[in-house]
């Protein structure tokens, strides 16, 4: 076998077989297949396609590039959550607690942010001593004991998808749904979790801008987790707009803990008890949506998902008095509203600039070698379908760069697509795609 005759194949539009598909991985992570041949590869698949059958080869060798967790020393059932990528999307640190204190265990391997989205270790780490660092031993002991925990992705799962990933970025082919589905869900399916719920993100702030394309992309995540032994579950939200007022990492995190005790933005409270939902019917624990969401209420008011989190914080060594008291939580010193310069309502609120601005204003990376500010960010003070006036608060900014505090203004104010009354109400929930009647 050789690259040249895979490539051939490919750019003819003819399907690629197992081996031929393994041979491109595994040469690839060990450089014997290189950059350039790997890129012709790459776009030949963007513009013919993967059918199923390759696009699940392609999946295993990915898995098998690399470590996989297994999770037979915990008990019960083992849950785990994803999204594609939002902004202001803190989903897992309110979805975590709340399934914990039902008893599942939750089991999730996390990563930074990069780009325009936050990641869920940056957020956590606001939080002082927080550590994501957790041997295998720990991480499950820790669910053992507390039915969660939350670490960081070792580079030893999936490290032939890193690799990829990393020239897709750069060669035009991340958005192809065959590569997106192997990719995410090589790294999903190397950890074994019993029940995977996945947020594909809908919008102009996501790679999938229409919900007929997120649910062909949902469609085959489906396909390969049930394939691979997972029951696994898409719900479909919509990215026009950040999720929740919190853009930034202590800001988000103060915002998951408002919403575990009732009080955070509708919005995301919506999402986290549409996403727990499924999962309690998945699992069995519910039997139907309205039992499900009663159990959900129930852990809320009676602060047992707010102690979840807490006893989280305290077994991977953080301070658990700033769940009690979120003054703790530093924000950035510089301080700036931003007022609205036209009247009308709400029509957007670009997400993928919110989050370009947020990273701008220190929240995020532009590089994975960047430090983050934990305290910067983005508060908004407005909704889609918000009314708003001429001189109005649009969004509150903290940062640390002075000297783009103008231009963040200024782009800020663009962000918010100011007009007539919408037609249609805002929706934050745009379909689901899934195998088990619930
Ligand atoms: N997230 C991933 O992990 N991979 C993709 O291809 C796209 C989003
Ligand atoms: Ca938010």
Redesign the pocket.
């Known amino acids: 076998m050789n690259i040249q005759s895979i490539l051939e194949k490919k750019k003819k539009g003819l399907k690629l077989n197992k081996d031929e598909i393994f041979y491109f991985v595994e040469g690839y992570l060990k450089d014997e297949v290189k950059d350039y041949q790997a890129s012709a590869l790459l776009m030949a698949i963007c513009i013919r396609g993967l059918d199923f059958e390759e696009t699940s080869h392609l999946t295993e060798a990915m898995i098998k590039s690399g470590d996989t967790v297994d999770l037979e020393e915990v008990e019960g059932e083992k849950v785990d959550k994803h999204s594609?990528?939002g902004v202001g999307d803190t989903t897992t640190l309110v979805v975590g607690p709340l399934l914990a204190s039902c008893g599942l265990a939750f089991t999730k391997l996390s990563g930074r942010g990069l780009g325009h989205t936050g990641g869920t270790l940056d957020k956590l780490e606001s939080i002082a001593g927080f550590r994501i660092d957790l041997s295998r031993e720990e991480f499950i002991r820790n669910i053992n004991d507390i039915k969660i925990a939350i670490m960081g992705q070792t580079a030893t799962i999936a490290p032939a998808?890193k690799k990829i990933?990393a020239l897709?970025d750069v060669t035009a082919t991340?958005d192809d749904k065959s590569?997106?589905a192997s990719?995410?869900m090589s790294?999903k399916l190397a950890i074994g979790s019993d029940i995977l719920l996945l947020d594909v993100k809908v919008g102009s702030g996501s790679?999938m801008k229409t919900v007929e394309e997120a649910e062909a992309l949902g469609a085959t995540m489906v396909k390969l987790g049930y394939e691979f032994g997972r029951k696994t579950y898409v719900l479909l939200s919509n990215m026009d707009e950040p999720l929740g007022y919190a853009v930034g990492n202590s800001l988000e995190v103060i915002e998951a803990i408002d919403t575990l005790r009732g009080q955070g933005p509708a919005d995301l409270k919506e999402l986290s008890m549409a996403i727990c939902s499924k999962i309690l019917l998945l699992s069995g624990i519910s039997s139907d949506r309205k039992e499900a969401e009663k159990l959900l209420q129930e852990k809320i008011d009676s602060g047992e998902a707010l102690e979840k989190f807490k006893e989280m914080v305290s077994a991977q060594g953080g301070d658990p008095s700033y769940i009690d008291d979120v003054s703790k939580f530093e924000l950035s010193a510089i301080k700036r509203e931003v007022l609205s310069t036209g009247a009308g309502y709400i029509k957007e609120i670009k997400a993928l600039q919110i989050g370009e601005i947020a990273k701008e204003l220190g929240a995020g990376r532009a590089t994975k070698e960047d430090s983050v500010d934990l305290g910067a960010g983005i508060l908004l003070n407005k909704k889609i379908d918000d009314p708003v006036e001429e001189g109005e608060l649009l969004a509150t900014l903290y940062t640390q760069r002075e000297s783009i505090l103008e231009s963040a203004v200024k782009d800020l104010q663009s962000a918010f697509v100011i007009g007539d009354k919408n037609q249609q109400k805002y929706e934050l929930l745009l379909g689901e795609v899934g195998r088990e009647d619930v």
Request: proline fraction near 0%; avoid cysteine.
């Open positions: 594609t990528g998808d990933y897709r991340v590569l997106i990719s995410i790294k790679f």
